[in-house]
């Protein structure tokens, strides 16, 4: 998905701007998400690709929204973050692009793994909505 910087700006807050477009992170224990507990299907806010389910949710203690796995491996890409002196793996939104957070090998349950999210790059829609 191609868009420009300007029509990035138009669709996203500032917020969602600085997380999806310059990989920044939101505040831990701030966001909408971090300890949500309804059931629903979490879409990119960036363009509304299904990313994650409430199924796969759990509550890493970390103060932002923890997966265990993306709902479609097809949707969610993976790359090297070396920035702010670290070595982690960032994740990706395929569709557009847009930064999601970072993916760590401390998980819950068969995958071991943790999708740690900022609820500003996500949506949320309700089961039965």
């Known amino acids: 998905m191609e868009r420009t910087d300007d029509e990035w700006r ?4 500032p917020e969602q701007y600085t997380v999806l477009r310059q990989q920044g992170t939101e505040a ?5 998400y971090w300890d949500d507990h ?12 299904p990313l994650f389910s ?8 970390t ?5 265990t796995r993306p709902v479609e491996d097809d949707n969610v890409g993976a790359r090297e973050d070396s920035s ?12 557009c692009g847009g930064h999601l957070g970072h993916v760590f090998p401390d998980g819950p349950g068969p995958s071991g793994m943790r999708y740690c999210i900022n609820s500003c790059s996500l949506t949320r829609e309700e ?3």
């Open 10 to 13: 138009a669709i996203l807050t």
């Open 28 to 32: 831990p224990f701030t966001g909408a």
């Open 38 to 49: 309804a059931p629903g299907m979490y879409h990119c806010a960036g363009c509304g690709t």
């Open 54 to 61: 409430s199924d796969d949710k759990f509550d890493s203690g």
């Open 63 to 67: 103060g932002w929204p923890s997966f």
């Open 84 to 95: 702010h002196g670290m070595r982690r793996i960032e994740v990706v939104c395929k569709a």
């Open 127 to 129: 089961v039965g909505a």
